[in-house]
């Protein structure tokens, strides 16, 4: 089992930035691919981001190319995203989650957090 909590929510004016970390705990934090998803008020959920157990490999949803970064240290057993000239439709509860493959491009994720909430502003 892995246990994910996310933090790092909270309330940005347009434009601004936001941090959001997500600790593991539970199995080896290491081999797991790791991304992160959000869903938007009576929307689905939807693919944000995601990082290769090894850190090698990166895919991001068209919508947060070149303003999101995702990164992972796995000695702190954390992943983060950092969000950057953020947008009002960037508003939704950000989910981490984890995959027993060591590569999960855009889905397939074995364990979920609980999510943060993260308003922006316009």
């Known amino acids: 089992q892995v246990q994910l909590v996310e933090s790092g929510g909270g309330l940005v004016q347009a434009g601004g930035s936001l941090r959001l970390s997500c600790l593991a705990s539970?199995?080896?934090?290491?081999?797991?691919?790791m991304g992160w998803f959000r869903q938007a008020p009576g929307k689905e959920r939807e693919f944000v981001a995601a990082k290769s157990w090894s850190g090698t490999s990166t895919n991001y949803a068209d919508s947060v190319k070149g303003r999101f970064t995702i990164s992972r240290d796995n000695a702190k057993n954390t992943v983060y995203l950092q969000m950057n000239s953020l947008k009002p439709e960037d508003t939704a509860v950000y989910y981490c989650?984890?995959?027993?493959?060591?590569?999960?491009?855009?889905?397939?994720?074995?364990?979920w957090g609980k999510g943060t909430l993260v308003t922006v502003s316009s």
């Open positions: 989650a984890a995959s027993l493959r060591r590569w999960a491009p855009s889905g397939g994720m074995d364990y």
């Open positions: 539970g199995r080896t934090f290491s081999v797991y691919a």
